[in-house]
Each structure stands twice: as structure tokens, then as C-alpha cells.
């Protein structure tokens, strides 16, 4: 069953996302040793941070070009977007990794899909780039899980 509901509502989510992400991270920051982890969750905090404050511009009607109205009733399959693996005390770093890895995924196709939805401008672009910086981030944490799952040897 798909689930309607308003572009409001839906921008609330979207906040309401990083500002989990934002709580993930500082988290995962607190969870690990290796310096290189630390900084990358730190950073990645930092990022969804920014992305929290816009949206919140958008939702306060602070962007004018190309935006929709928040009246406007959209089919969108939220659960597709929300599904993670649980958090456990004792997780391994790798696994750390692969769940921020699925969470950058989740919110690069959160993104795409709300650009999908606008016409062209400046909201468009602006939603593309944001899609763009999940998917960076997605590549570093996934560089990040192949130096912890794969360590290089001294023989190569």
C-alpha cells in the first residue's frame, strides 16, 4: 500500500532524518578507536547538520523558485526509505560501515526522489546536490568498511 501524504509532512521527515543521522554518527563517533573512523562520523555529523538546516529554510518557505506547496499530496512509499538495521552495543566497526553505507543510500534515494517531483530550478538543483553529498558520503564510509574488513597485509 502506498502512502499518501503532504510535501509538508514529508519535509518534516526528511528533517526528522537528519537529525537522526546527526544522532548516529555523534554516537558511532563515541563507539569507535580508529582515528580515521572518528573523524569520518564527525564529519558525516557535521554534513547532515547542514542538510537539517536546509530543509528547515525550505519548510519556512525561506526559498522562492521552483519550490512546491505544502498542500501538495504526494505518493510516496515512506517504509522504503526507513527500514535499518538495529543498532547493538556490541557491533563490529565494519558493521558500523554497512549500516551508515544503507542510511547515505536511503537518503541519496530520498533526495532523488524528491527532486524527481520538482520542476526545474533552483530547488531542483539544490536537491540534486544534496542526493549527490549522500552518495559521497556513502563512498566514504564504504572506503572506510573496506579498510577494516579487508586490512592490507605487509605481504601485499
Known amino acids: 500500500m502506498v502512502t499518501?501524504?503532504?510535501?509538508?509532512?514529508?519535509?518534516?521527515?526528511?528533517?526528522?532524518?537528519?537529525i537522526e543521522s546527526q544522532r548516529l554518527y555523534t554516537s558511532l563517533k563515541q563507539k569507535v578507536n580508529e582515528?580515521?573512523?572518528?573523524?569520518?562520523?564527525?564529519?558525516l555529523a557535521r554534513q547532515e547538520k547542514g542538510h537539517q538546516n536546509w530543509l528547515e529554510q525550505y519548510l519556512r518557505g525561506e526559498f522562492k523558485a521552483g519550490i512546491l506547496g505544502s498542500d501538495r499530496v504526494i505518493d510516496y512509499k515512506i517504509a522504503e526509505h526507513l527500514d535499518q538495521p538495529a543498532i547493538l552495543p556490541d557491533m563490529k566497526l565494519q558493521d558500523t560501515f554497512l549500516l551508515a553505507a544503507n542510511r547515505e543510500k536511503a537518503s541519496h534515494d530520498f533526495y532523488i526522489s524528491l527532486a524527481n517531483i520538482h520542476p526545474t530550478g533552483e530547488i531542483k538543483r539544490l536537491l540534486n546536490e544534496l542526493a549527490s553529498q549522500e552518495l559521497t558520503h556513502k563512498q566514504r564510509v564504504e572506503f572506510l568498511y573496506t579498510e577494516v574488513a579487508f586490512p592490507q597485509t605487509d605481504g601485499g
Open 35 to 43: 582515528p580515521a573512523a572518528k573523524d569520518a562520523f564527525q564529519e
Open 4 to 18: 499518501q501524504i503532504t510535501f509538508k509532512e514529508l519535509l518534516g521527515n526528511a528533517i526528522q532524518r537528519e
